[in-house]
């Protein structure tokens, strides 16, 4: 297995500009997470899907920011419009579910916003 | 409110002493305790784990240890090796749900 693969592997767009960015998890696994990391923050969640329904979505900051993952296969976080406050790097773990606690996480995706 | 603490940003280490990171959390419902680690460009990549079960695990160089009464846990990393530079994460779960909720890391740096 290739492993959590995310795309791009950077962006740098301008603020005002919507940003998509994508992820396909480890087929098989049922839980799929996008993470935050910030030099402030730490690793942050944004939001955690169980067999492609949210299940908690606290983490997201605004309603600029949105995650959808329309199947098994593929999820989508968007920032619509992007401030210079977002520049982070946005990873996508998946897991197998309730009772597997490892985690896989993709290489990330570096977003700068100036 | 940081639910998972990792008090130090960074420690140097002398490549084969002991290397011991430490992590505090605040949630009694955390049952189950990860280390991930990172390095630059990468993802986290799964290092070790303990229940709350268990007070140590160990596998080869790493040891976790875990005091629940102090809500304590440590990774120790013996001998220390130039490899083992990188951003060290400490993470939880609760027996409540599936979410990893992480410290904010500590970065270890091994000196030859």
């Known amino acids: 297995d290739a492993g959590v693969i995310q795309s791009p592997r950077h962006e740098v767009t301008e603020m005002g500009q919507e940003v998509t960015l994508r992820c396909k998890p480890i087929?098989?696994?049922?839980?799929l997470f996008w993470y935050r990391q910030t030099m402030m923050r730490g690793l942050e969640l944004l939001i955690y899907?169980?067999?492609?329904?949210?299940?908690?979505d606290s983490g997201m900051p605004e309603d600029r920011f949105s995650a959808k993952m329309p199947n098994a296969s593929f999820s989508t976080l968007k920032i619509q419009p992007s401030e210079p406050r977002d520049s982070a790097v946005y990873f996508c773990?998946?897991?197998?579910?309730?009772?597997?606690?490892?985690?896989?996480f993709g290489q990330g995706t570096r977003l700068t916003v100036v | 409110d940081q639910q998972v603490k990792q008090n130090s940003p960074s420690l140097s280490v002398q490549e084969g002493r002991i290397s011991i990171l430490n992590c505090d959390y605040t949630?009694?419902?955390?049952?189950?305790f990860l280390w991930y680690k990172k390095y630059p460009a990468e993802g986290p990549t799964f290092l070790i784990s303990?229940?709350?079960?268990?007070d140590k695990n160990e596998d080869g160089r790493f040891t976790v240890f875990l005091n629940k009464s102090a809500k304590h846990l440590s990774l120790h990393i013996v001998p220390s090796q130039p490899g083992d530079s990188a951003v060290y994460f400490c993470?939880?779960?609760?027996?409540?749900?599936?979410?990893?909720?992480f410290g904010g890391g500590t970065r270890l740096m091994v000196k030859p």
């Open positions: 773990a998946s897991s197998l579910g309730r009772g597997d606690t490892e985690a896989f």
């Open positions: 087929s098989g696994h049922n839980s």
């Open positions: 899907f169980n067999n492609n329904v949210p299940i908690d």
């Open positions: 949630n009694s419902m955390f049952d189950y």
């Open positions: 303990i229940s709350s079960i268990k």
């Open positions: 993470a939880a779960i609760s027996n409540a749900g599936n979410m990893l909720t």
